[in-house]
């Protein structure tokens, strides 16, 4: 079966760096993505990761371990229009298709 | 370009009624897709396009229908509408790649009472 966890809910102060945790289960893994959703807004593409290690992209970083079934969003010097939902896809090789968690809620505060 | 768009941004049906959601991306992207969210849920696929003339169901696909007659289109079809279909439902399109990621829609706020 296929299944994505993620925390429901972080909060975080303006400036300081923020880790969103993203552990999965597939039958076929084929890339794991990460979304950024504003409230009432479609989600914007922020990373896509399908070997080990870390990307950076300017202020966000994302990290993949396979072996784990993990990965993370990293986030540094937050700002208050980073608060917004983040979501984990994964990729099922098998299908081709999309598999979303249900998103993590950020909240940063002044 | 504009990217993926939608129609309508809201609406408000009965039950029973029908509606056609409408989506059209400028991309020449081959994949397209549609998603409900429900509140607290994550995206859930509805139906999917690999190209013009080619659809499949997705996780969710009961009481919906699709077409693909173009590149750039691909309406959904709500029939005997019920309030278990009160939803966001995004449209959003890709290239075939591996890292191809999805380019989303604004969506369309679904209310069925």
């Known amino acids: 079966g296929q299944n994505i966890d993620q925390p429901t809910e972080m909060t975080a102060t303006e400036g300081a760096i923020v880790q969103i945790n993203c552990t999965y289960q597939t039958s076929g893994f084929n890339g794991l993505f990460w979304y950024q959703q504003h409230a009432g807004e479609a989600p914007t593409f922020l990373s896509y990761n399908v070997l080990d290690g870390l990307e950076e992209k300017g202020r966000f970083s994302s990290f993949l371990s396979r072996s784990k079934g993990y990965s993370y969003l990293l986030l540094k010097e937050l700002q208050m229009k980073d608060s917004a939902s983040y979501l984990c896809?994964?990729?099922?090789?098998?299908?081709?298709?999309?598999?979303f968690g249900t998103g993590t809620r950020l909240q940063v505060f002044p | 370009n504009a990217g993926v768009t939608q129609t309508p941004k809201f609406r408000i049906l009965k039950i029973g009624q029908s509606m056609t959601l409408q989506c059209t991306q400028d991309m020449n992207h081959n994949y397209m897709y549609w998603y409900r969210q429900d509140p607290g849920m994550g995206l859930k696929l509805i139906y999917y396009?690999?190209?013009?003339?080619?659809?499949d169901k997705g996780e969710v696909p009961n009481g919906y229908n699709v077409s693909r007659s173009t590149t750039e289109d691909f309406p959904l079809r709500l029939e005997l509408a019920a309030p278990s279909q009160t939803s966001v439902y995004f449209c959003?399109?890709?290239?075939?790649?591996?890292?191809?990621?999805?380019?989303f829609g604004p969506g369309t706020r679904l209310t069925v009472l």
């Open positions: 959003a399109s890709s290239f075939p790649r591996t890292d191809g990621a999805q380019f």
């Open positions: 396009s690999v190209g013009a003339g080619i659809t």
């Open positions: 896809a994964v990729r099922d090789h098998n299908t081709d298709k999309l598999i």
